[in-house]
């Protein structure tokens, strides 16, 4: 019995339409992946609150001064070695006592040893208007995550 062309596939055609639907997929895959989001106001003071919890104990464990550095400007947030890049639809607004700007866009928030802060606020608010700040407490370091600035 001879085959003619028109029997169907060939493997090489088999294999060619799947490698096309598998590149497909992984395309649409990674566009719609939550992963890959870019982070709410909400999802970054989580993060900027659990580092800086990681940094008072730190301060507290070593018995050192670390500080936590905030710039307005370039956005970014500074916790000890980590350094948090703000995305750009995000205003970020730092309060913190006046001798611990170093510059206009930059303030300081300080750990020390004896488990006390410097204290401050750190708002991140986005265009829709939705915010989340991070109160650093000055007398017991406590850092408490919460919604619209006071």
């Known amino acids: 019995m001879t085959r003619s062309s028109s029997d169907g596939f060939s493997l090489v055609e088999m294999l060619a339409a799947l490698l096309v639907a598998a590149l497909a997929i992984s395309v649409l895959a990674g566009r ?41 400007i370039s956005q970014t ?7 948090l890049e703000v995305p750009e ?20 928030i300080l750990f020390f040893a ?11 608010s986005d265009p829709s ?5 991070v109160r650093i407490n000055w007398i017991t370091g406590a850092i408490q995550l919460g919604g619209p600035p006071t």
């Open 32 to 72: 719609f992946n939550p992963r890959h989001r870019m982070p709410t106001a909400a999802d970054l003071a989580k993060r900027v609150a659990v580092d800086a919890a990681a940094l008072g104990a730190q301060s507290t464990s070593t018995g050192t001064t670390h500080q936590l550095i905030v710039d307005v």
């Open 77 to 83: 947030i500074n916790v000890g070695m980590v350094k």
């Open 89 to 108: 639809n995000l205003t970020l607004t730092v309060k913190t006592g006046a001798e611990l700007i170093s510059q206009d866009s930059k303030g300081s």
């Open 114 to 124: 004896d488990g006390t802060s410097s204290g401050g606020e750190i708002t991140l």
């Open 129 to 133: 208007g939705a915010s989340a700040t």
